[in-house]
């Protein structure tokens, strides 16, 4: 599917009697994006990470566009038990978790068929020891999944460049939890992930910064080559003592990297979806905006510079400039450096302001994917230039599970 083309008066059009703030999902911009990452996969299925959707009937509709998109990777185990009571399946859950009274539930409703109940991630023995400490003896066994370290190590393995999770590096370490896991009688292991978020989550073409580019390619051309080669040796010498059936990698980043490893079953995606502007930045592929959100402006306090109500939707991460959102459309506005995106207001500078009406949209782009989910309790969803839905986020079912 081609990306659309779209611009101010296009949504104008489409939320003429919609009262803003309000958040949207376009379908066409989601479903050719769709289609984009689908290629860059290869003949690799891609599992959907339920933290950059939040919005359980847009993982549904994403589940039945396409075979190869199937399974989903859940981000708390309260998220998990939820879905799964709603008829989700091929349920793995990307982080470890603490929570023993949802473990506890968890063995207790799939006693009878533990072969189809959820994933738990275990990255050390103490994870182990806190699932079997709630398991009664009629339970089990839990079908876990190992996470591996595939972080890049430079200067001798002085820095190493990549996310802060698994502990688990070496094919030695990896073999050594899966074979303690082999001697529990209620625990089997039957999967592996790893995330490499040097390469999927850092885009290569940071705006107005060529050195750092060209270290940021330097950098991910090396990690590339060495995650492949360890991955494998890892998968294959935990093969040896546990049955795999699934091994996850990458993200909306890195897909054609990482699916094109043989050792790897699957990959996962889920930002790629919605395309916000942490994918902006990207030399290998460009993704089209699909989710955004629209603030109405309600103040004029001079020349080339308008005030809408509300916007200050940050996302998580290392403060700065880049959690804030972006002015979107029209084009040719940005944000005030001295206020940024303000909780109930936000200034909006540019010539662009000066065509700008009160009470005219102003369309925002969030800097993480799921996140803007949290601020609203619905999705309008646009398909063909109008509204067709609106679908409760999981904050409008009632759910805040972080």
């Not at 994918?279 to 905006?289: A, I, K, N, V």
């Amino acid at each position: 599917m081609e990306p659309p083309v779209r611009n101010h008066a296009f949504y104008e059009q489409v939320f003429s009697e919609v009262e803003a703030p309000f958040a949207f999902v376009d379908l066409d911009s989601m479903w050719a994006n769709a289609d984009k990452m689908l290629a860059r996969a290869g003949d690799k299925p891609i599992r959907i990470a339920s933290k950059s959707l939040r919005c359980r009937a847009l993982i549904e509709r994403i589940l039945e566009y396409h075979d190869r998109l199937r399974g989903v990777m859940t981000f708390t185990l309260a998220e998990t038990l939820w879905l799964d009571e709603e008829g989700m399946e091929d349920l793995l859950l990307a982080y470890p978790t603490t929570d023993l009274e949802a473990v506890q539930r968890l063995a207790v409703e799939h006693a009878a068929h533990p072969e189809v109940a959820p994933i738990l991630m275990v990255d050390c023995v103490e994870q182990l020891d806190l699932i079997e400490s709630v398991l009664g003896s009629q339970a089990g066994p839990l079908r876990l999944c190992l996470e591996l370290d595939p972080a890049w190590q430079t200067l001798r393995g002085r820095m190493t460049i990549g996310a802060k999770r698994s502990p688990v590096r070496t094919p030695e370490q990896a073999v050594a939890l899966a074979e303690e896991i082999g001697r529990r009688d209620r625990l089997e292991l039957v999967a592996i992930m790893a995330y490499e978020s040097q390469i999927s989550g850092v885009g290569d073409e940071p705006p107005q910064q060529r050195l750092r580019s060209r270290k940021i390619k330097w950098m991910q051309k090396n990690s590339i080559e060495e995650i492949k080669g360890r991955r494998a040796e890892v998968v294959e010498t935990v093969k040896k003592v546990a049955d795999i059936q699934i091994v996850n990698g990458g993200g909306t980043g890195s897909l054609e990297f990482t699916s094109a490893e043989a050792a790897v079953t699957e990959v996962a995606a889920g930002s790629g979806f919605y395309a916000p502007t942490q994918f902006d930045h990207y030399s290998r592929f460009s993704l089209t905006p699909a989710a955004a959100f629209a603030i109405p402006v309600v103040r004029r306090p001079g020349p080339r510079v308008v005030t809408a109500l509300g916007g200050g939707y940050l996302s998580s991460g290392a403060p700065g400039p880049a959690r804030m959102p972006v002015p979107w459309l029209p084009e040719g506005l940005s944000l005030d450096d001295d206020e940024g995106a303000g909780e109930v207001q936000t200034p909006l500078l540019g010539p662009a302001a000066d065509q700008l009406k009160l009470g005219d949209n102003v369309y925002m782009r969030h800097n993480k994917a799921g996140e803007l989910c949290e601020r609203f309790n619905s999705l309008l969803l646009v398909e063909g230039g109008e509204i067709v839905d609106e679908v409760p986020t999981y904050r409008g079912e009632g759910h805040a599970f972080l």
